[in-house]
């Protein structure tokens, strides 16, 4: 299935699956097409961040956040992600998704992801950054949340997030 039909299907099944709360976890049932597979006929690496992607449509729109931001004029944005592969999903494979809140600052929110096979295997795990942005750049979470109808406290970021963040300065550092 190519990946805009498959955002359009993100689209369509977000808007008539039940509100969330920002603090929901997701989960979604997959499967790995001919379209996803790498050399090694297993789901390719970049593949898993695709899909996050579009997992992160349907958060976006269950939580009320796509509305308020493109009323705003804000577009959501990734800032970054860390992934670790632990086994690879093979053509045709069924795959669990989930998606939660791990944890935000400021800015940014920190979402942690993982992909599990039907038997429970994990066989990625992550994390990724998003935030919106507006005209004036990246838009404090106090306003967002605000916007939502929702009062927004900062949350403690697990460790992993946190080593990741003293990774990623060091990166742009140069270091």
């Not at 795959?95 to 038997?119: I, P």
Request: glycine content about 10%.
């Amino acid at each position: 299935m190519n990946l805009w039909l498959r955002l359009l299907w993100a689209l369509w099944r977000a808007r008539r699956l039940p509100a969330i709360e920002p603090t929901c976890l997701i989960e979604r049932s997959m499967r790995v097409w001919p379209g996803d597979l790498d050399i090694n006929g297993h789901m390719n690496n970049g593949r898993y961040l695709t899909i996050i992607d579009l997992m992160l449509v349907e958060f976006f729109v269950r939580s009320g956040f796509a509305r308020i931001m493109f009323k705003a004029g804000w577009r959501p944005m990734s800032g970054g992600a860390v992934i670790t592969y632990r086994k690879g999903l093979m053509p045709g494979q069924r795959y669990r998704l989930r998606f939660s809140l791990a944890g935000a600052d400021q800015v940014w929110n920190y979402m942690r992801f993982e992909f599990l096979r039907e038997d429970g295997v994990l066989c990625a795990a992550g994390y990724m950054k998003g935030a919106a942005v507006g005209p004036q750049g990246l838009v404090p979470n106090s306003e967002s949340y605000g916007r939502l109808g929702k009062r927004f406290d900062l949350q403690p970021l697990p460790q992993a997030v946190a080593h990741w963040l003293d990774a990623e300065r060091a990166v742009v550092a140069g270091g």
